[in-house]
T-cell receptor, first 115, second 113 residues
Framework: DQQVKQNSPSLSVQEGRISILNCDYT??????FLWYKKYPAEGPTFLIS?????DKNEDGRFTVFLNKSAKHLSLHIVPSQPGDSAVYFC??????????????FGKGTHLIIQP | DTGVSQNPRHKITKRGQNVTFRCDPISEHNRLYWYRQTLGQGPEFLTY????????KSRLLSDRFSAERPKGSFSTLEIQRTEQGDSAMYLC???????????FGNGTRLTVT
């Protein structure tokens, strides 16, 4: 049973426009969320994270929004650039008071930026 | 480059053989994780270490898999009696601690023929 879901396998956006990638989760114990970007033949690269005590975190062109009541988060990229073309993974972690479950990943969304 | 380093990058082996992969984490990171990724899926958690102690193992980690981090620095992942279903990308990551981003290496791609 998938605890982190990325329902769009791919997304095509024109260069300069906003890219919005969505992610839903089911486990209410998750309290730390991350987005990773992955190019072929490379490992995932950390992009941005958000703790459950916040609803927004911004870093340059990247903003992550968290809606805890809906168990939904999104990644906004503005403006989109050709180098943003990659697979984006949403990941979640639950803090269990000393233990640390590994990150649970979604299946990824392939973002394609069209010139 | 002081990122996470994994060796080898590629490994082709015959079914039934044993293989071992190595991971060198970022030096100041005390947590080290192993993940596996297959085509069309996100990375799946296998196990993690806090310093030299292996604190958690996924049910995905069968008895044929063993991981060590003998001195709390580098780690090895061994797969015994490999099967074709073991073919995947094996990713290593490290982090400073709980609720800290994991930083991944470029992985070892295993092909079992």
């Amino acid at each position: 049973d998938q605890q982190v879901k990325q329902n769009s396998p791919s997304l095509s956006v024109q260069e300069g426009r906003i890219s919005i990638l969505n992610c839903d989760y089911t486990n209410s114990m998750f309290d730390y969320f991350l987005w990773y970007k992955k190019y072929p033949a490379e490992g995932p690269t950390f992009l941005i994270s958000i703790s459950s005590i916040k609803d927004k975190n911004e870093d340059g062109r990247f903003t992550v929004f968290l809606n805890k009541s809906a168990k939904h988060l999104s990644l906004h990229i503005v403006p989109s650039q050709p180098g943003d073309s990659a697979v984006y993974f949403c990941a979640a972690m639950g803090y269990s008071g000393g233990g640390a479950d590994g990150l649970t990943f979604g299946k990824g969304t392939h973002l394609i930026i069209q010139p | 480059d002081t990122g996470v380093s994994q060796n080898p990058r590629h490994k082709i082996t015959k079914r039934g053989q044993n293989v071992t992969f190595r991971c060198d984490p970022i030096s100041e990171h005390n947590r080290l994780y192993w993940y596996r990724q297959t085509l069309g899926q996100g990375p799946e958690f296998l196990t993690y270490f806090q310093n030299e102690a292996q604190l958690e193992k996924s049910r995905l980690l069968s008895d044929r898999f063993s991981a060590e981090r003998p001195k709390g620095s580098f780690s090895t992942l061994e797969i015994q009696r490999t099967e074709q279903g073991d073919s995947a990308m094996y990713l290593c990551a490290s982090s400073l601690g709980p609720n800290s981003p994991l930083h991944f290496g470029n992985g070892t791609r295993l092909t079992v023929t």
